[in-house]
């Protein structure tokens, strides 16, 4: 083979050209049944092992929250244990950091989880004793078409996924976890707060630029109403929702939210 420079123009830019194709498509390689927006938006962190094995040490995903994981994950919980109603917890998705193991060591129920990375499943059951991962019950499911049956659940924690899908994805996730949760269940979402104009964070455009660069669907997030499609959700599944609380924090960048399900009439 002739060395570089004896190499026609055009056949090294042809070289070039296969060379970017290939590593702008280096998401399909995790493909698998899995759907696109994940693996072509967000393959480098979930489904990368060692994206996976690098975004899950606390020291990193709490740099990722500006130094919020821990007060995030503090009130996450005590909206999952404390005086919630009896019966099935799920968890919605696997989170990076200690929230499954907490979870699972403030109660003494079964703990359900899904998602539809398997990796994300190995990855959360590596971190819990023997005795906690006898009472942990994962699957691979994927959030927009649960395999639970209707009303399943008392509990439903939603930990910073729904920023990640598109709207339609969104919408349907949010329509099944109202479909798997009873009348009288809690619906426990942490996420972004609404949009930030005034927000530190947003005025730094070059910031606010790399946020929505690295998380596409975070715009769209901003811009919902999330009580007003939660309810419109509901109404679907024949249910109501209301709200019960909600905590922010870093000046209302993030927030938790706590909803309660019921039956029209109620």
Known sequence: ????????APARQRNNKSQGRALAGIWRRYTDGLPEYLVRHYWWAYLWRVGVWFF?????INAILFGQYRT????ALQACTNGRPEGRLLQLTCVYGGLTPALLKTSQDDLYLMDVAEIQLATARRKLSDAE????LAARMNAERLAYRDDAFATILVFFLLHE?????????????????RPGGRLVITEYGACPRRHLLWRLWPLRILL???EPFLGSFWRMDLPATL?????RQGKTIRPLEAFHCFSAFYRVCVFEVGTPGQ
């Open 1 to 8: 083979m002739p060395p570089e420079g004896d190499v026609p």
């Open 56 to 60: 899950d040490h606390q020291p990193i």
């Open 72 to 75: 995030l994950c503090r009130q």
């Open 133 to 136: 991962g006898r009472r942990l």
């Open 165 to 181: 899908l598109p709207p339609d994805a969104r919408e349907r996730t949010l329509c099944e976890a109202l479909r798997v949760l």
């Open 212 to 214: 929505l660069w690295l």
């Open 231 to 235: 309810a419109a959700c509901a109404q």
